[in-house]
């Protein structure tokens, strides 16, 4: 992937009166402190103006150098929102460069998560350090869905940031090359989708392995039973429910976690 072009480092926005010193005492500090690359002195400093357009600019330049996405991103849409529309094209920018970022630092994120997950194995006959491991492949998994869903969703919102740049001003060359990074792997994702779509058989295939209405009752049935710690009965549950729909064979790693933890529990 081609390295994204910097953020703007100034709000081009004048700030406040004569009578505002305190909101330009808080503007020289953070401009100063982020010229000296003193970035949580600068976030400090720009926090003491809260309600102004250019602290609140500064306040997500800071955050952008420590790579705190979240909250420059805010800073960010917090200044929008008291910054005139004809001054907000290098909030924009900011905004979607910093939304980019993070979206690629939540798919770095969720591919390590998905190797962790494939790289734990459950085996031995150390009950304890079974259920260690359902646990922890459990929290990879659900981290790596959460920061896949995270990648796709912060790509869709630095795409219009990035295009509301370029409204205020078309002149702006970097936000049109970043604007192309994103495109360029939004349609690459959605191409790598196609194919897999194809490759499993689309839809047919989906039809396939779907639970049954009855199955889908059954593993609600379970899901209630192990809320009340009952899991042996949600083992039991699933277990019958096999011999009468094969569908629930998809449930087989959900009823080998539950098999742990009712031998778990034997155990004691």
């Known amino acids: 992937m081609k390295p994204f072009i910097a953020i703007a480092l100034f709000s081009m926005v004048a700030c406040g009166t004569s009578s505002e010193r305190a909101v330009h005492k808080a503007l020289q500090a953070g401009n ?32 952008h150098r420590l790579a705190k996405w979240l909250e420059s991103a805010a800073a960010y849409n917090d200044a929008l ?13 900011n905004l979607g460069t910093t939304q980019a970022r993070y979206a690629f630092a939540a798919d770095s994120i969720s591919k390590k998560a998905a190797k962790d997950f494939t790289g734990i194995v459950i085996e031995g006959n150390d009950i304890a350090q ?69 490759k499993n058989g689309d839809d047919k295939d989906k039809e396939e392995t ?40 998809k449930e087989e790693e959900y009823m080998k976690k539950l098999e742990t933890v009712t031998d778990a529990a034997k155990a004691e």
Do not use: C
Not at 84 to 89: A, H
């Open 32 to 63: 100063a402190d982020i010229h000296a690359e003193r970035y949580e002195d600068a976030i400090t400093a720009y926090s003491a103006a809260p309600k102004d357009p250019s602290a609140l600019f500064g306040l997500g330049n800071a955050n």
């Open 81 to 93: 929102q008291l910054q005139p529309d004809s001054v907000k094209g290098p909030t924009f920018y």
């Open 210 to 249: 779907k639970l049954t209405a009855m199955a889908l009752q059954l593993v609600q049935r379970a899901d209630s039973l192990v809320e009340q710690y009952r899991f042996n009965e949600a083992l039991d549950v699933l277990e019958g429910g096999l011999k009468r729909d094969p569908s629930l064979k």
């Open 130 to 198: 079974k259920v260690e491991g359902i646990v922890m492949r459990d929290s990879l998994w659900k981290l790596s869905i959460q920061m896949s869903k995270v990648f796709d969703s912060t790509l869709v919102a630095s795409k219009t940031s990035l295009r509301n740049a370029l409204k205020v001003d078309p002149s702006n060359e970097d936000a049109r090359y970043n604007l192309m990074v994103v495109q360029n792997t939004i349609d690459k994702l959605k191409k790598e989708e196609e194919e897999r779509r194809k």
